[in-house]
């Protein structure tokens, strides 16, 4: 089984709906991230959280809200999907302990559409 | 602000040939560098991580330098093959902050 799932793989919504996108790991790590991609723009933050009671902005936040249930689990929402929310999105988790301190592992990914 | 970058965005080579990706950073002060590799519409596969101490790590065809001082790391793949085409990506880790990403090159290894 992967280290780091998400649900669902693809997703396709309509401008306006409530969407939820939701990461699980097994690797026992206390950071969770959730990242888009844009072709051209590269992997972009949205939100972090460095265990249960921490969560962060990145530097795209807006338009996103996300929720820690427990160690393994960190999920994202958009309060109303606009189209310019259509992108491939990962989750990623890493451990705070050394000597890998921070090595990140990556999901397979949610390809949503707004359409 | 640390920032990233990868030069270039994109590399072509025949199959066989010997390449080097690089990256460069702005903040010389990290932890550690990561090299990822990823397939279209796939998600990312860790590489290769370099600990700030280290100046190479190895991985079977690949090798990554880190020369911290003059804020670079190379990703060294020999023996090119056409399954190595993908976008390669590297991370700098900077301390407990989230890793900052370049934005990747990507390479085509033609047969």
């Known amino acids: 089984d992967a280290d780091v799932t998400q649900t669902p793989r693809n997703r396709i919504t309509k401008t306006g709906k409530r969407i939820m996108l939701e990461c699980s790991q097994t690797k026992g790590h206390d950071r969770m991230y959730w990242y888009r991609q844009d072709p051209g723009l590269g992997l972009r933050l949205i939100y972090y959280?460095?265990?249960?009671?921490?969560?962060n902005k990145g530097e795209i936040s807006d338009g996103y809200s996300v929720s820690r249930q427990a160690q393994a689990k960190f999920s994202l929402s958009l309060e109303s999907a606009i189209p310019n929310q259509t992108a491939l999105y990962f989750c990623a988790t890493s451990e705070s302990g050394r000597p890998l301190y921070n090595e990140q592992f990556f999901g397979p990914g949610t390809r949503l559409t707004v359409l | 602000k640390q920032e990233v970058t990868q030069i270039p965005a994109a590399l072509s080579v025949p199959e066989g040939e010997n390449l080097v990706l690089n990256c460069s950073f702005t903040d010389s002060a990290i932890y550690n560098l990561q090299w990822f590799r990823q397939d279209p519409g796939k998600g990312l596969t860790s590489l290769l991580l370099?600990?700030?101490?280290?100046r190479e790590q190895t991985s079977g065809r690949l090798n990554a330098s880190l020369d911290k001082s003059s804020g670079r790391s190379t990703l060294y793949i020999a023996a090119s093959q056409p399954g190595d085409s993908a976008t390669y990506l590297c991370a700098v880790n900077s301390g407990n902050t989230p890793l900052v990403f370049g934005k990747g090159t990507r390479l085509s290894v033609i047969a």
């Open positions: 370099i600990q700030s101490s280290q």
């Open positions: 959280s460095f265990d249960v009671k921490d969560i």
